[in-house]
């Protein structure tokens, strides 16, 4: 279950009654989509429905089994919201904005590059005030997913920018091969992958080419820096000497 602080209330009003339920907004909203995947009980704040939730009081059995057929909460709680209306607070608002906002810069700048500078990755600092220089307003009732087009188009006119897949090949020396590789091979997309004789590992991995930094900053660390990597542009090539 999720907290309070967490929850929103949604809310439905039928045959002269009123059901409230206590669930993330993100659940919510794929509930409404017809989108959920996830187990109820790890995204409502309360395995139970509401009159008026604020209050804790509960409607009539009679009112649940005229308008649901049912009286168990867990078959009430997504019609709830299926059916009925999202209520949040200005608060609720302004801190979904700032999560979603988060969210969109984290996603842009894992998979965005600048194309002027080599297809560099843009540092976070940078996606966020461009959006803030592009006056895009992110909003807090849908999925970040669905932003991100619209927050690319606004970006253009302010830096260049674009979404783009890197390969690299990676060569992990025999000492650290073993430990190193299991660690590695999870970053991207996995090509190709080859035992050297001597022992090493070399890997072809595919991903967003904002991740770049990340996937250096991993092997080095893996490695005390003894990795070698390059950018492969033929991905049938698995020698990065």
Do not use: C
């Not at 992110?138 to 606004?154: G, K, R, Y």
């Amino acid at each position: 279950m999720i907290s309070l602080d967490e929850a929103v209330t949604a809310r439905l009003e039928s045959h002269g009654a009123r059901f409230e339920v206590l669930i993330d907004p993100d659940a919510a909203l794929a509930m409404k989509r017809d989108e959920f995947e996830g187990e109820l009980e790890e995204v409502i704040a309360a395995e139970d429905v509401f009159e008026d939730a604020s209050r804790g009081d509960r409607p009539a059995e009679s009112d649940l089994e005229k308008v649901f057929g049912t009286t168990d909460p867990m078959e009430i709680i997504p019609e709830v919201v299926k059916r009925g209306e999202i209520q949040i607070t200005a608060e609720q608002r302004r801190e979904m904005q700032e999560q979603k906002r988060k969210q969109l810069i984290t996603r842009i700048t894992r998979n965005a590059v600048n194309p002027q500078m080599d297809d560099a990755p843009h540092p976070p600092e940078r996606i966020e005030r461009a959006l803030e220089e592009a006056g895009f307003r992110i909003d807090p009732m849908e999925p970040v997913e669905t932003q991100v087009d619209d927050a690319l188009d606004a970006l253009r006119p302010v830096i260049p920018i674009r979404f783009a897949e890197v390969t690299i090949a990676v060569n992990l020396p025999a000492e650290y091969a073993g430990s190193a590789q299991a660690r590695v091979r999870k970053f991207g997309d996995l090509e190709r992958e080859e035992w050297q004789n001597d022992g090493s590992w070399v890997g072809v991995l595919t991903f967003p080419a904002g991740m770049q930094n990340d996937f250096y900053d991993l092997v080095n660390d893996l490695t005390s820096g003894e990795a070698e990597t390059r950018v492969v542009k033929d991905k049938d090539d698995l020698n990065v000497r």
